[in-house]
């Protein structure tokens, strides 16, 4: 008798937890697969072999593929510091920071957050897309946070004043937990007009693929425009080797970690055996979905044209399971500057940003424009429909 009321309640409570709830119970490992395998590894297999077969399985799928890159690549995450404050005043955001009796403090420009409720593009450095009215632009120092003029910026910026020179981030993980901050300190403010659910991100090349990462690691970015990010980006590692095999003169691994502090230390066990990580890039993509996602870029032999067009398409694999496809799109485009953005990437940059930030009807159906690439050469496994 008692259990027979207590069991039904019990089921309810269960089934209308919300999903944080449910993912608490997401079994992350602590160690992670170093098979060697030169085919994508496959996003609906945990670790341990069992299927991804639902929705809910992916979400679980999602925070081991973020434990491994945190060990692997880019470092550890860190959570909301232990104390926080921020304030809003004339177009500056600032934010203070602390953690075990050290404490930071940061500030960023807003610009174009005239109205109410207005969405906004977090830029990496200064926007090298066009923003268009009615979305603010949140100006992001990133170099303060993370410094990145090559291997002797190791450690150095607030991030690193705040959790020790020593501290396994590298300065894409830096970046990403700034973005999280702006996004504190948005919430925590007033005055600003910012409607902190309609918040993208964006950066170009090193400034891409941090903001790519940033999309990744913070749910509360509603649309990742990482643009001409390549290697450590939008490519995958693997492809990207198997690039170079074939004589491309293309930016891989084992060269990134010699060239600049964006990645961990932690990378350096990996940097020639990219083959080895359990994951690769088109599951940083798969963090970002169900989230709306535009990769935008280049055709530079360096970004490595074929490894980003082929890794993100398998990405939007990741999108068509969760039956979300058009939530991702990649615009590529060659003839143009590194950095410059052409007017032929314009209408499916207006596209997501219509569809994601400005909330009016836009299609972004079927949006995948690069150099002809054969994904099918790059992975042995099929993409289920997740319930
Ligand atoms: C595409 O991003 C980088 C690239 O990874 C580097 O190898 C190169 O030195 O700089 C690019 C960049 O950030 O250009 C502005």
Redesign the pocket.
Known sequence: MKYSIVLPLLATTVLAAPLEARQATCKVPTTFPTTANSKLPNPFKFFDGTDVKTKADFECKNKEVSAALQAQELGTFPPKPSTFSATYSGGTLSFTAGEGGKSISFSVSIKGNTGSNVPAIIAYGAASIPVPAGVATITFNNDQMGQQQGGSSRGKGKFYDLYGSGHSAGALTAWAWGVDRIIDAVEATTGHNIDPTRIGVTG??????GAFVAAAFVPRIALGLPQ?????GAACWRISDSEKAKGKNI?TSSQ?VG?NVWFSPLFNAFSTKANTLSTDHHQLAGLIAPRGLLVIENEID??GPVSTTACMKVGRLIYKALGVPDNMGLTGAGNHN??SFPSNQQSDLTAYINKFLLNKDSSTAGIEKGPSADVSSYIDWTAPTLT
Not at 204 to 209: A, E, I
């Open positions: 170009c090349s090193r400034n891409g693929k001409e990010s390549g290697a450590g930016q990134i060239e360096w970004l590194h950095c």
